[in-house]
């Protein structure tokens, strides 16, 4: 460790100047001081390692390593280093959302590399952040690049990054590039479009982001050539781990196409080698299977794709959650609405007509009045009268919800809803969440038999349990058990319940197999819907005309049949089925 008095004075140098460095953005601006770090130690125990300061989208707060500070011998720039910190919090990335968005769009531009985002995301908002600070507010953030330069530094990469900065902000060429040795007239012609690309999208940075990744692309294809080049690069990533610890970031699921349509190659840009828009409208429709293009619409990003770019946003971002609100996301459009609260109507008693007080009756129930006009003669039960009362509201008690069981078959032919957009898990979160909503319990269950099943604790109002069963996976077996029935319904329930089984032509020979029991499947089936109470509808992914015999049988016990001859039909189904169930109970 350097000498403790060297890093305190530091400190106190660091701390006087750190309203300044606010002052280069806004005299107004609201931040908290950075978390000075005396030692490596105490600079990993905040999540700093590699660079000398860091940022935290999360708490917006500053994090400086004094000692690799006092190391690299650059105690003299307090104010660059420290606005350049505050940059990155108030112009770029700013905040979790568009930070999330810029990754996205660079992850378009880096195909086969997409784990190169958050390293190519951080230099592209260091350069926006520092032509700024250098050429407007005239800090030395060309020193600061200088005292940081080293031989050990330098790479291919190193020196294209050098090389823009030294177009930016016209300097000669080796002040900022040092190692001649890299220098080539490629990374010439490349620095000079990426400096002209910093400017052009200095106040619209969002939109420049997926160029600048196409033009580093090449830089970081080989994995050899990116990893010596990371190692050379890490003193200056200082937001790539910015949203570690975020919580959920909604509005990520949906296609980017105006991001996909802005990875363009700069090069080919400035020699007019472009397709026309002509030829670009006419191959959206390939443009958007090549995002991969998924659920309602081919409008949203594939969940594979979805947990990488979050993980990338918050690397301890947990898979089960992440996926839970993909699907969650997707379906919300598809609910019904939140039944609106009524309020309690105020009761009045209105006076309806009059009766015979008798002496058994309250003294204060008679009507003096009433009974002095029918005859001057008081006599009680005769001639004495009371009035009596009725309610001018309606106290008629709407029935509540029935709760829902939806089984999902997750046999060996389905797919898994964390690598691929899963149809029958929309529409079990359509319903699910809908039937919620209403005050309804769910229960849900995958089922892929012979084989595994995996169930939630009976009935729930847990929306977090749900999720997290029916976006599971099983992969086993080749049917939804009937047996699953069992537990809930082998006995009669003591609240109407719907039973909605997702399943496909399978599940005919899953009821007509041997049970070992003298209760066949089939018996099962209708002995589970009577005692449900309620309703029971296959949806069948299947042709109308297949197994009729079969469905006229379950037609006969009382089960509804629903047919869908692809997959992207069943959302129909579970719309219609939860606002019909659920939209006015």
Not at 189 to 213: E, M, P, Q, T
Not at 349 to 367: A, K, N, Q, R, S
Not at 406 to 429: E, H, R, Y
């Amino acid at each position: 460790m350097h000498n403790q008095t060297e890093i305190e004075q530091t400190l106190a140098l660091w701390r006087s100047h750190w309203k300044q460095a606010k002052l280069e953005w806004n005299p107004l601006l609201r931040l908290q001081e950075p978390i000075w770090c005396l030692s490596h130690q105490d600079a990993k125990k905040e999540g700093l390692s590699g660079s000398f300061a860091m940022i935290r989208l999360t708490d917006h707060r500053i994090v400086i390593n004094l000692e690799e500070i006092v190391e690299r011998g650059i105690s003299d720039y307090a104010i660059e280093i420290l606005a350049h910190e505050i940059g990155h919090h108030i112009f770029t990335p700013a905040n979790l959302y568009d930070n999330a968005i810029l990754l996205n769009r660079i992850r378009f531009a880096l195909p086969g590399i997409e784990d190169r985002a958050p390293m190519v995301s951080n230099l592209y908002a260091d350069f926006l952040i520092n032509d700024k600070l250098q050429r407007i507010n005239k800090l030395r953030m060309s020193k600061v690049y200088q005292a940081i330069n080293s031989e050990d530094n330098f790479s291919e990469f190193w020196t294209l990054m050098m090389r823009t900065y030294e177009y930016l902000w016209r300097l000669n060429r080796g002040e900022l590039a040092t190692n001649l040795s890299f220098h080539s007239k490629k990374i010439d012609a490349d620095a000079s479009l990426l400096a002209s690309l910093v400017r052009s999208y200095s106040k619209n940075w969002i939109h420049g982001g997926g160029r600048f990744a196409v033009m580093v692309y090449p830089y970081l294809m080989d994995d050899k050539t990116f990893q010596d080049a990371r190692k050379k690069i890490l003193i200056l990533l200082d937001a790539e781990d910015a949203g570690v610890g975020a919580m959920d970031i909604s509005g990520m699921t949906e296609l980017d196409l105006e991001g996909y349509d802005e990875i363009i190659d700069m090069r080919k840009e400035a020699l007019g080698l472009l397709e026309d828009e002509g030829d670009k409208s006419d191959s959206l429709g390939s443009e958007k299977n090549k995002l991969g293009g998924q659920g309602p619409k081919n409008g949203y990003m594939g969940p594979g794709n979805y947990i990488d770019l979050m993980k990338q946003v918050n690397p301890k971002a947990d898979e089960q959650r992440l996926i839970n609100a993909y699907y969650k996301e997707i379906a919300l459009p598809h609910l019904i609405d939140f039944p609106v609260e009524i309020s309690e109507n105020v009761s009045l008693d209105l006076p309806e007509g009059l009766e015979t007080w008798d002496i058994g009756d309250p003294i204060e129930e008679v009507d003096w009045l009433q009974s002095a006009i029918l005859s001057p003669a008081l006599i009680p039960g005769l001639t004495t009268q009371k009035r009596t009362y009725g309610s001018d509201s309606d106290n008629a008690i709407s029935e509540s919800p029935l709760n829902v069981y939806i089984g999902i078959d997750c046999s060996g032919s389905m797919m898994n809803p964390k690598q691929n957009f899963s149809w029958p898990v929309l529409a079990a979160t359509v319903i699910g969440l809908s039937a919620l909503r209403a005050g309804a319990s769910v229960m849900g269950c995958l089922s892929g038999e012979p084989g595994d099943y995996l169930e939630t604790d009976g009935f729930i109002t847990d929306e977090t349990d749900l999720l997290t069963t029916l976006t599971s996976y099983l992969g086993t077996g080749y049917a939804y058990g009937i047996e699953r029935l069992r537990k809930p319904f082998e006995q009669e329930s003591t609240k109407k319940s719907h039973i909605v089984i997702v399943t496909d032509n399978d599940i005919f020979s899953m009821l007509d197999s041997d049970t070992q029991t003298k209760q066949t499947h089939w018996e099962l089936a209708e002995l589970a819907l009577k005692n449900a109470g309620g309703h029971g509808t296959m949806v069948l992914h299947s042709h109308p005309d297949y197994n009729k015999d079969f469905v006229i049988r379950l037609k006969k016990m009382g089960w509804k049949v629903y047919y869908v001859t692809n997959e992207t039909e069943l959302l129909k189904f579970a719309s219609e089925f939860s606002q019909q169930n659920y939209a006015y109970v």
